[in-house]
């Protein structure tokens, strides 16, 4: 070979490595969306454009679905619980000062304290308080308060899914401890950006409530484009996908054992879309989704969610070839159709599983 | 003035020179074991592969290539062999190497590739190497006989060896034509070599051809490119990441790119550059930089290349004796290095030759006649538990082969990771796709979930699982198995058995059973403790903790004391003196030597906040401090002045702060000073002393009744520690009656529930 050789080899060597090596940098997986923490647009720079979307928006449940703790809605519902906390459990005392919220509770001589973080709920059912704990790792697991206050009722009494009986542990008197996944399940669907830095929530940039991004993604190149940039995931959304996203917090059937899906199970029930796909309603139109029948954008109360203007839409009398209540009724479908069931003492839901009533099951009905 | 001598391009040496080049050279032989032996160590008794079973995987389809041999009954149980013999056939390749590069090159050359071949040994290679180093040895064969007539059977024999035994097929083929071709070309060549060296190679690769457009070999071919091109998951497959890739390298990848360095070096400096050799050099540089996983083999190609180069300059300033007193040098220090290496504390050798303590090699998942899918998480290490049998019993829904599988890492990589981070449920992604892994393995249903041991955080959070259950743990692999699956049940119940007896002493507590724990080395049971104590089994993880402490087995002592911490703070609002002291001491300790990594020291930082010792925390890790973290955790400084003597001591102890804390003992009521005395001697003695100092102060009745209830809680922890369930009972029991109403009591009655259940 020449003597000029080397120089040239080796530029043509090193441009291919980088080339090829450019090519083959570690590729990042994708993300839980509300885990990243980049790409977000004020949240209120929604309303800027969307003001018909947004005008009753922060009215509605999923925007209120998270609270600190020290939100005066939550402060006072917990000093109206102050008032009546000895009634409810003796050794139970809350304090409340400017700083924090602390439920106490005594044992003997020893007081057992729980600092509250944060209120869940919208109160459209209930709103149950929760405190953090740190552990080891510095991760956080969850201390769900014993006590939660129920819509139904307007009262106190114990959070859904808690023994009536207290434990012996040392939290057992003030509340239920989860670990570090389940509470991250927790304020995962009760919050639109839930940043983890090296696997640990970084709660100081958590964004509390299911708002604008939580549906429509990160929307910073939306709002820098000012609209040019649309979004992809609605536009484009099956049938399914449209319901398997609002199934990621209210679940759907693929989370659930096979034979839980079962009419008579009460548990189903809270889990809307778990219900919904096993509907022949849902089976047979292929455009019936959450969203045809609600509006996210605004409190369900300004919504005529329960009417029957959908269920018209399939099942007219006008229309000869549509089918038609079989019990003769022409309205007031959902009470037959779509029945409120009691699933925890103080809290009904909707029972989401469209089908012919079965009248001799009681849980249903 | 350096004089250089030059050789010609083509060897002329007589053929008895060139069988003498093939006498066993003892001495790199030799050499080169000792540095496998030393740094890839493993019983007589343990497996190498030499033929791996991969791709027969949940995801493969009918036309994969797979390796022949090991689909063959016959040949199949070849796939592994001893590793002894493995480590002999290493030596022999890379000493047959070292002494060639020594004999043309010069001895520096050999004995840095020597070094770097076998320190970044790689046994799954092996086969591949011996295979280039067949064809070098059919090279020289056929120029120093060119009338020689079995040239080019023996090329279709390797050829068809390769494709018998190994993927590595196209390395195989690629350094026959760069060694042959140009040879050829140059026409000085006997015409019947030339033709039958010709007819074979045509034959070769038409029947590799037509293989490939037959089968799935055309994949397996393309091995070398699919593993540059792939997209890389460095948490799934890291070792098809470039060199560079993802931070400083390897000391081995060092180690090796040096030695290719060396190569180019020579292949520059010599006045005559074959284009054989530029040709190979830059190929095979270009493959190993961009593929961490083919960097050995590219390095042994480039070597063996440059070996039959004889356009070599020697240094005629350096005297014969010089070299040799080089060489003799070199030899030596290789040779120290090695012998210190392998009788140092706690090594393989050591335990096996002196000790004669060996333990249960590795987790045998074949006993626990289940059969099912595995599901495996780090598919570089993972695998290596995958040989024949358990390939058969437990298919891993996907493997290592890049060349069937690159293009399903992506997702595959997506669902390991909402494995480790139990994402069990429906989410949706950046990519506008849903991750969640229960709807996505619904299709595989694997029974198994196979975690890297050192993958400590997946263990955590995997072991709060309700789909999988921990199993097994060896120093290789974590096993859970599927939680349903009624097979298991019994593997279930002895694990948890097991683990619950590790961490809570009984009367009779049975050792760790073989077939849930097994460590063959303390590097093994310091990373298994690791994994205990990653699962909230501190006690377990002290209990496993090898009795020689290295800087690993220490760091996990304080994970472990930190754990014990967070356990008394958590369950009772008050502060473990005991543990904390403990903790923070070892952490001081090796803080002071930088020990700590900065992923751990972020850790450590956040976790003393949770104990509330920011100070010290900020202390210990200032340049982890962030202007966020000074924000929300705002440094609440200790007012000392505020503090009473007891308190101020306490604080002390709680920061490991030794010195502040023996001169404070001073300052106290003396009735009390015995009771702090002791919590300060707790690493200074060991734990059987420590419980009996603690008894005889106990015993003694002089301390005020809080401190001695608390003392008789310390003391029952020291005694769960020691593995002594009488005295743990007694004195936890004692306390409890002494200060019934104690904020220790939630623990005290938990610890006491625990032991007594066993």
Known sequence: ??????????????ITIILLGRAKHPHPLPEPQLGRARLWADSDSCADCHFEQTEFFLQTGHARTLQSASDPESLRLLKEFRQVASEKDEALTIDIDQQEIVVSSTVGSSIRDLELDWCFGSGTHARTWVGTLPDSWGERDLIEFRWSWYHETDDFDITPGQSLQKGTGYFAALGTLFDTPKARRCFSCHSTVLPQNEGRTDFQELHSGVTCQRCHGPRQAHVESEGEIQEGFWAAASQLE????????????????PEEITPGNPDIVRFQPVGLVQSPCFKNSPQLTCVTCHNPHQPLSMQNSSGIWQCVQCHDPQQDHHVLCSAGHRDNCLECHMPKVQVFENIQFTDHWIRMPDFSSETVN | MNHTTHRPTVDSRKPEDVRQRYKIPIRWCLLSGLVILSFHPSLPSGRSILMPTTGQTILSEPGDWHIPATQIEWTRNWGSIAYPLMVCLGSLCIG???????????????????????YGFEDWHMLTA?????????????????????????????VAIAVFTTLEISIVCLFWIILFIPWWLTGDSQRRFVQSGFLGTVGSFLLLFTGGMATGLWKTLLRPWSAVTTPVYPELLDSLTPVFGSGVPTLEHMMLVLTLLTCWYHAISGIDRPLTVVTCLFLFTLLGLLCGYYLWLSVVASLLCLSTTSSIEERSGISIKRVKMMRVGATLSIAGVCLLKLSGPGTIVRQYLFEGTLAVHRIDPLEWKSEGPALLLDLDRCSEWLDVQTTEQYPPVIDNRWDLYGQDYAEYAALTRDLKEMRALLYFRTDQNFGGYLHRIKDWKPLLVVADTAEQDAIRDLSLSPHWKMIGIDGQATYFGHADDPTFRQQVQTAGRTFLNLEWPGPQTPPPAPQVIAASTPAEATQIAGAMNSIRLPYAALHLLPVEQSIESRKIQAWSYLELSYRVHRNTG???????????????????QKRWTSRESERLLVSLRGLELEPVAEQLFPSFVTEKDFEANPPERTDYSEMSEEGLIRFYLRAGNTVAARDQIEHLDPTHRPFYSVILSSLDQPLEELAKSMYSLVEQGNLPLELRSELLFYLGCVAIEVGDHAVAVQALTQSQQIDPQSGLTPLRITYLQQLQSQ
Request: with cysteine; net charge positive.
């Open chain 1, 1 to 14: 070979m020449g003597q000029r050789w080397p120089p040239v080899v080796l530029a043509v060597l090193l």
């Open chain 1, 242 to 257: 449209s319901i398997q996203r609002c199934g990621e917090c209210h679940r759907i059937a693929e989370d659930q054992k």
């Open chain 2, 96 to 118: 047959f190497l070292a002494q060639s590069l020594a004999a043309r090159i010069g001895t520096g050359t050999a004995i840095i590739a020597l070094i770097s071949l076998s």
């Open chain 2, 130 to 158: 011996l295979l280039l180093l067949a064809l070098l040895y059919v090279l020289l064969r056929a120029r120093s006989d060119t009338q020689d007539k079995f040239v080019g059977p023996l090329l279709i024999l390797i």
């Open chain 2, 574 to 592: 008050q502060h473990s003196l005991l543990d904390e002291y403990r903790a923070l001491t070892l952490i001081r300790n090796l803080a002071a």
